[in-house]
């Protein structure tokens, strides 16, 4: 230390420096100029001796009687005058204390606080002591360091979300001192964000919206069936209504079914089951219970005093002017004569452990009826809540089952086999002449290049311009290309003289296509017009019909036909099978309908028929 202060007194005992224009006709007081570690350690710049010279004692004003002033109106004289003030001395240690204050801080951590809160409103959160943090927050909550407000939560909001990296306790009560700010400045809540009481209590208002539209509902398809209402949801299920139910449900539930598998591989099957053993809990508290169910898990509605910034350093210089602030439907603050109340439901504002235990149950309990392959693990739960929510279960599994839709599948790797059986039972059947001419027939057609299944060259003659076919078969002649056991006609562009059995032949084809059911009539001569890819004039009539979205035109169009809508259905679907290679028509709840994928497609073929 000798050794420090004799290098100190050599430096400005230096005659050239004495001479410097800087030392010219200035008079120093005792501080000094040139400063050791431990001097500067303690050093505190003027501007902190004056804020903490101001006094706590207030003289009274016209000869009244002075009064000592609050710790908390002493806070926010000294934070407006430190209002822009900045420092540039780090504070590396801790520092805890419950209410903050400047005169809760020592000189290091004075300076140490002001240079961490210029690096705040830079836009950098570095990591500090909690308190310093909290005492952030006071100034903010006294209107330190902005104009408006508005700017003023928004600096709040964003001064939390950072700093909860760094400790996330500050959000506990810096939700509630942001959610008391907009109240006292009468701010939009929609500045608020998306917060926990924000989301609590819009969950409470849109379960006791969807809880009223379901019993609605219930008691609706009761008078539209004319007999007692079913206990649980009705069916067919409102998707709307179910999925507004089970989604604020979820929110209040400390169980979260529709994070779990079933609610993600069948969601329909939880939203249904789950918003009716909801449904019939609030029938069993309404009947057995004097408070309703929402109640009983949530708590009520009432009006209790309100200490505004609560658990904070604040002062209100003036009483707040009376207000009403509504926070949302059932939440709601009044101040009058400068004392604070709110209204709301008071109760947890947490999720639900027991709505929680009634969700699992119902999530357990459901899967193990539809067989699901992931079960819970069962727990105890009331034997009349176990049999409402198998009860339910099991009108689900049941209805679905009554009402899936019907799917046809077709293997393609048995047609090439169906084929071949048919072409060997007709050469049984023919008799000695008929196959003679189909031989003539096949070797002809075998000379152009067809093969035994009719492709190649007959769909060459069929797209090709130029070549024409001189002579049509008299299958062709008679009764167009859907007439059965007709021979197969010449390749396109060929003539020859035929025997005269082979004409014998085609006359008869020709007097049985005459003959043919009507499902096999061809498509121009039926009174519904073209009919493409073998459908007949029911099965085209039925697909405008859905088209159309006309069900008494369907019924229609399968009586003509003289089935049910199902065969009709079945017969269609077979009809377009190979222009389109998958079902055409589907069945669900409501009937038949047009598969969406093919709707152009259907249209287009029934367009150019």
């Known amino acids: 230390m000798a050794d420090i202060q004799g290098i100190i007194d050599q430096i400005m005992n230096d005659e050239r420096l004495k001479r410097s224009s800087h030392f010219s006709d200035t008079v120093f007081g005792s501080e000094p100029i040139l400063k050791t570690g431990r001097q500067m350690s303690s050093y505190l710049p003027e ?106 939560l928004r600096l ?32 939009p809540a929609d500045l608020l964000g998306n917060t926990r009481t924000l989301r609590h209590d819009r969950a409470l208002v849109e379960l006791r919206r969807a809880t009223a539209t379901a019993l609605d509902a219930r008691a609706h398809a009761a008078r539209a069936l004319g007999r007692k209402a079913p206990k649980g949801l009705p069916l067919p299920a409102q998707q709307d209504l179910e999925s507004a139910l089970i989604a604020a449900l979820d929110e209040l539930s400390s169980y979260r079914i529709c994070s779990g598998k079933l609610y993600r591989e069948q969601p329909e099957a939880v939203a249904h089951v789950a918003g009716s053993v909801w449904l019939r809990l609030a029938d069993h508290y309404a009947r057995s219970r004097a408070s309703d169910v929402i109640e009983r898990l949530f708590g009520s509605s009432a009006e209790l005093p ?24 059932v939440h709601r603050y009044r101040c009058r004569n400068g004392l604070w109340t709110c209204e709301r439901v008071h109760g947890a504002v947490g999720r639900s452990s027991k709505l929680g235990s009634v969700l699992r149950a119902v999530d357990g309990r459901l899967r193990a009826a539809v067989g699901f392959g992931h079960p819970l693990k069962e727990e105890k739960v009331p034997k009349y809540l176990a049999a409402i929510i198998d009860a339910e279960a099991a ?41 003679e001419g189909a031989g003539s027939m096949l070797d002809a057609a075998d000379r152009a290049g067809v093969s035994s299944d009719g492709d190649a060259a007959g769909h060459e003659a069929a797209t090709d311009p130029d070549r024409t076919q001189t002579e049509p078969t008299a299958a062709e002649g008679a009764d167009g290309p859907f007439a059965p ?19 014998r032949d085609d006359a008869d084809a020709a007097g049985r296509a005459t003959d043919a059911p009507a ?19 029911p099965q085209a009539s039925f697909l405008r019909a859905l088209l159309k979205g006309d069900p008494e035109r369907v019924a229609e169009s399968a009586r003509e036909a003289g089935t049910t809508v199902d065969l009709l259905a079945d017969a269609v679907n077979e009809a377009l099978f190979d222009a389109l290679g998958d079902t055409a028509v589907e069945f669900d709840a409501n009937g038949p309908h047009i598969v969406e994928d093919y709707r152009e497609d259907i249209e287009e073929l029934l367009a150019h028929a």
């Open 485 to 503: 056991d007709g021979p197969a006609p010449l390749p396109a562009g060929r003539t020859k003289s035929r025997p005269a059995a082979t004409a």
């Open 47 to 152: 501007r902190y001796r004056e804020m903490r010279a101001i006094s706590r004692w207030q003289e009274g004003a016209g000869g009244r009687a002075g009064r000592w002033l609050t710790e908390a109106e002493l806070f926010v004289r000294q934070a407006e005058f430190m209002a822009d003030f900045e420092d540039d001395c780090p504070y590396r240690g801790d520092f805890v204390a419950y209410f903050p204050t400047y005169g809760s801080l020592n000189d290091r951590q004075l300076r140490g606080y002001f240079t961490w809160r210029a690096r705040v409103r830079s836009g950098d959160v570095p990591p500090a002591p909690t308190s310093f943090a909290y005492l952030y927050l006071y100034e903010l909550i006294a209107g330190v360091g902005y104009e408006d407000p508005a700017d003023g």
């Open 306 to 329: 309100y200490t505004i910034f609560a658990s904070a350093v604040f002062f209100d210089p003036l009483p707040h002017p009376d207000s009403v602030y509504e926070l949302d439907p």
């Open 519 to 537: 499902s096999l009539a061809p498509a121009g001569n039926h009174p519904h017009g073209p009919t493409p890819h073998g459908l007949d004039g």
């Open 395 to 435: 009108a689900w599994t049941s209805w679905h089952e009554a009402h899936a839709p019907r799917r046809i599948a077709i293997d393609l790797s048995r047609l090439a086999g169906i084929r071949r059986t048919a072409e060997e039972t007709r050469e049984a059947l023919l008799v000695d002449e008929e196959r």
């Open 156 to 187: 709040m909001q964003r001064f939390c979300d950072a700093f909860s990296a760094h400790d996330r306790a500050i959000l506990r009560l810096g939700s509630v001192w942001m959610q008391d700010f907009a109240v006292y400045h009468a701010l």
